[in-house]
């Protein structure tokens, strides 16, 4: 026995006394060691927990919904917006997340199975051509999509995650010569109706279609007019993005910046208004009486407002943003100063209104419906991290953020918070260390919010024959219950773990200020039995607590700067050590049962993004 003690404790000291050399010869940081002992926080054991819940609510889900053999979803399928396909990959549009987080590999490959499914069934009934679809608006598109674009963070080396996007971004960018989306003289997208058929300058309303009443788009406006580019379009940047992500080739970067800068022109040249129509000449307004508020789901559409467009212009921009388009976070802080100059005085203060027409802004919201608004001062407050961003947050956000600790976090929005949004402001007062509370009460609320899509996928009578795609995000499971069963539960993780939001359920990418990896089974995520805290985002640190639940085994990991290691992480500080890093990314020894709250002195946006795994070579 003190013989084996006595040869691990020298064979400690050789690597110990090698590591630096090593280390130093091999021009690579000393890893971080940690090793003071904690014992298990309660968001820790909660988080691990919580991964772990998640794919069991996959299981439940796939196995209510979901053929297994083929992976196609029991429906009766219908072609277009209402109930189409973007309907049935709705229900799954952040389940790459848990993977990504570092839930099990079973969370990954049962995705694959449903995203596999869903080409061919839709395929087969010719709404996709090359595997995507054949000419549709990006409110749907995204909604549709957006799972697949979590994809290249989940596993970059994936050829058929690769060849897609690089394929579907090529309808866009001009790449592809059969395809024409894009119109490079006036840098616009043709018609808000545009896919792997090009732009389709022609429509009638049943090609919109409705399940339940086929005279809908008949009455609330005229769904016809369909050339033209809207701000919707800026969500096809996602896929430019992260073709650019995956591959480095400059030339889906150069498009981003292009589409989005234009724009970004335009808006300026309207005040920091954006606006809602650019005809097939470049001309804003054109072919709507020179109105720049009009078009379809435009300022003063029926089916718009910023409720509507905001989703484009919110994704786009960040996209443009990650991606170095100077002006970027600009434009989106003219917008929101226009919202918030033209709010509208009631009784109970304030409150935004979400429309513009003839008569100026319009069509004030309650509070609960904020959120549509609020998300985009969080854009802008995490983007730049500035006092004054900070301060218009506040100003903007109803309740303030000590109002909402009673209340469970989810019941704080609209449309978003089926989705997790809309409550950033509460996760602020968190990191500014006002609400200690806070991690323990939305993660509670992640398991409250798992029972609640449990119970109502066991009450749903559909069946098959009956069903239609976006039945299980319709479900309650009581009357009083705001929201439908649909996704993942992965707000609070992303939130708190990664120091990130959610990302846009309508084809958002990942924003956030870390990210992890396993360097011994080679995949993204925290490792098994690790849980980390993100406690502070600061101009110039970050502070996050890892800690080791498991007390018998070490556990290495890497922690990364950035989602796609666009920050510089200059020196972290653990205790009273301090390790020299120099690079987007250092290793972290957590010992068994061991953690610590590290400070991460980085630079933000420092370096070029990429979706490359820590310990890949640039392509």
Known sequence: MLARVGASMRARVLLLTVLPLFAAAAAEPVPVRIGRPMAPPAWGLMQRALLEENVRLMRAFLAKYVNPASGYLEVVEHWGGADGPDDAMENFYNWPMVYILGGPRESLELFRLVWEGHLRQYSALKMFHREFITSFDWEHNGEGYAAFLLMPLADPDDARTRDRMVRFANFYTGRDSSVDNFDPKHKIIRSILNGSRGAKLEATPEYWGDREDRDYFRRSGDWTRVAGDVPMNLIAT?????????????????????????????????????????????????????KWYGGLMGWNWTFGGWGILGRGVRIGFK?????????????????????????????????????????????????????????????????????????????????????????????????????????????????????????????????????????????????????????????????????????????????????????????????????????????????????????????????????????????????????????????????????????????????????????????????????????????
């Open 238 to 290: 996602s896929l430019a993005a992260n073709a650019f992500l995956l591959t480095g080739d400059r030339h889906y970067r150069d498009w981003v910046h292009e589409y989005a800068g234009a724009w970004r022109d335009r808006a300026a040249a309207n005040g920091g208004w954006m606006p809602s129509i650019v005809g097939l000449n470049g001309v804003v307004g054109e072919g709507w009486d020179g």
């Open 319 to 619: 996209n443009a943003a990650l991606l170095g388009m100077p002006g970027s976070i600009e434009t989106l802080r003219a917008q929101a100063g226009r919202l918030l100059e033209v709010r509208e005085r009631t009784d109970k203060g304030p409150v935004f209104r979400l429309k513009y027409g003839e008569q100026g802004p319009y069509a004030p919201i309650g509070p609960e419906q904020d959120s549509e608004v609020e998300g985009l001062f969080a854009d802008i407050y995490f983007f730049s991290l500035d006092r004054g961003d900070l301060e218009r947050f506040r100003e903007a956000a109803q309740p303030a953020p000590e109002a909402r600790r009673a209340q469970p976090v989810w019941r704080y929005e609209y449309e978003a918070g089926r989705f997790e949004g809309g409550n950033e402001i509460a996760w602020v007062d968190f990191l500014k260390g006002r609400d200690p509370a806070y991690a323990e009460r939305a993660l509670s609320d992640a398991f409250r919010r798992i029972r609640f899509h449990i119970e109502a996928i066991r009450q749903d009578p559909s069946t098959p024959d009956t069903r239609l795609a976006d039945t299980p995000h319709q479900l309650r499971a009581s009357k009083e219950a705001p929201l439908g069963a649909i996704g993942a539960v992965t707000g609070a993780l992303v939130n708190l773990m990664l120091g990130g939001a959610q990302p846009l359920w309508c084809g958002g990418l990942l924003h956030s200020e870390l990210r992890y990896f396993d360097p011994e089974r080679r995949r993204p995520g925290l490792p098994e039995d690790v849980a980390a805290l993100v406690t502070a985002i600061e101009p110039d640190y970050i502070k996050v607590i890892l800690v080791n639940l498991d007390q018998t085994a070490p556990r290495e990991l890497i922690v990364q700067a950035g989602a796609y290691g666009e920050h510089e992480c200059d020196r972290v500080r653990a205790g009273a050590a301090e390790f020299a890093v120099s690079r987007h990314w250092f290793a972290v020894h957590l010992e068994a049962g061991a953690g610590d709250e590290l400070t991460i002195y980085r630079r933000r946006f420092a370096r070029t993004p990429s979706a490359r795994l820590p310990w890949q070579a640039a392509p």
